[in-house]
């Protein structure tokens, strides 16, 4: 099931972005909840989706690039999910930086899945960055569970 964080980020794009579905999206995280979710939106709207990750964590049917560098080169959003402490040590080479987020596309954006965790999936200062988003789409996850509300009720 599309998950409504995934549905309120995509909301988030499309007022900031008229060509959000024409972008380069690259997941970085294990196969799980927040992984699988993008995967299955990429699959509803058709947009461009890859994940990046150690081998053995990859999601079934998505582009996978081990090498995160080269992972990150081209894409437009950049999207991870919170590491658990049992595969942390795994994904220590997955960490996105500053200096990855300058080889990625022009305008790129960071949207990490809360909680994030500075230090670990996400360099402490690339939060304070230009290129992060998350808290701005966050505001929107009451309006988005809202209108979904309404509309289960009146179908």
């Given at each position: 099931?599309?998950?409504?964080?995934i549905?309120?980020?995509?909301?988030?794009?499309?007022?900031?972005?008229?060509?959000?579905?024409?972008?380069?999206?690259?997941?970085?995280?294990?196969?799980g909840?927040?992984?699988?979710?993008?995967?299955?939106?990429?699959?509803?709207?058709?947009?461009?989706?890859?994940?990046s990750?150690?081998i053995?964590?990859?999601?079934?049917?998505?582009t996978?690039?081990?090498?995160l560098i080269?992972?990150i080169?081209g894409?437009?959003i950049?999207?991870t999910?919170?590491l658990?402490?049992?595969?942390?040590?795994?994904?220590?080479?997955?960490?996105?930086?500053?200096?990855?987020?300058?080889?990625?596309?022009?305008?790129?954006?960071?949207?990490?899945?809360?909680?994030?965790f500075?230090?670990?999936?996400?360099?402490?200062?690339v939060?304070?960055?230009?290129?992060?988003?998350?808290?701005?789409?966050?505001?929107?996850l009451?309006?988005?569970?809202?209108?979904?509300?309404i509309?289960?009720?009146?179908?």
């Open positions: 099931m599309l998950k409504t964080e549905l309120t980020d995509l909301y988030s794009l499309s007022k900031i972005r008229d060509d959000y579905l024409n972008a380069k999206y690259l997941f970085v995280g294990s196969k909840n927040i992984g699988m979710a993008w995967k299955e939106a990429s699959d509803l709207f058709g947009f461009e989706l890859t994940q990750c150690p053995g964590y990859e999601i079934n049917g998505v996978v690039e081990h090498n080269d992972a080169i894409k437009d950049v999207l999910d919170s658990s402490k049992d595969i942390l040590k795994d994904f220590m080479n997955y960490q996105i930086t500053i200096p990855l987020m300058d080889t990625a596309n022009q305008n790129a954006l960071l949207n990490p899945c809360p909680p994030f500075r230090g670990e999936e996400v360099s402490t200062d939060i304070d960055s230009h290129y992060f988003v998350g808290y701005e789409f966050k505001k929107q009451l309006e988005v569970q809202q209108a979904i509300i509309y289960n009720l009146n179908n």
